[in-house]
Nanobody, 118 residues
Framework: VQLVQSGGGLVQAGDSLRLSCVPS????????MGWFRQAPGQGRDIVAA????????YYPDSMKDRFTISRDNVTNTVSLQIVNLKPEDTAVYYC????????????WGQGTQVTVSS
């Protein structure tokens, strides 16, 4: 199974952006799907997560205002909507899947660059 990401690119501060992630296998059923980001020289930080079967979204406190994770049950697409983008949102964004457990991600998308210009 592969996680195929789309979206991203160069945007202006204040813009909105949607990133998408689709598993290559339609029968893929992880426990949790999440979005992470990694800025240059920084570690990979979680942005949001969503339960695959039970639903329910999780956001770190710093991400609750401008980030929304969702899942389309028909297309199996997990999306991350970001509004009011800021230059500090510049990073490579990854989707990940927790298959064996609930908080350890063992499958990753290819990553997509988001660059926010001021």
């Amino acid at each position: 199974v592969q996680l195929v990401q789309s979206g991203g690119g160069l945007v202006q501060a204040g813009d909105s952006l949607r990133l998408s992630c689709v598993p290559s296998d339609r029968t893929f059923s992880p426990n949790v799907m999440g979005w992470f980001r990694q800025a240059p020289g920084q570690g990979r930080d979680i942005v949001a997560a969503i339960g695959w079967s039970v639903g329910g979204a999780y956001y770190p406190d710093s991400m609750k205002d401008r980030f929304t994770i969702s899942r389309d049950n028909v297309t199996n697409t997990v999306s991350l909507q970001i509004v009011n983008l800021k230059p500090e949102d510049t990073a490579v964004y990854y989707c990940g899947a927790a298959v064996k457990g609930w908080d350890e991600y063992d499958l990753w998308g290819q990553g997509t660059q988001v660059t926010v210009s001021s």
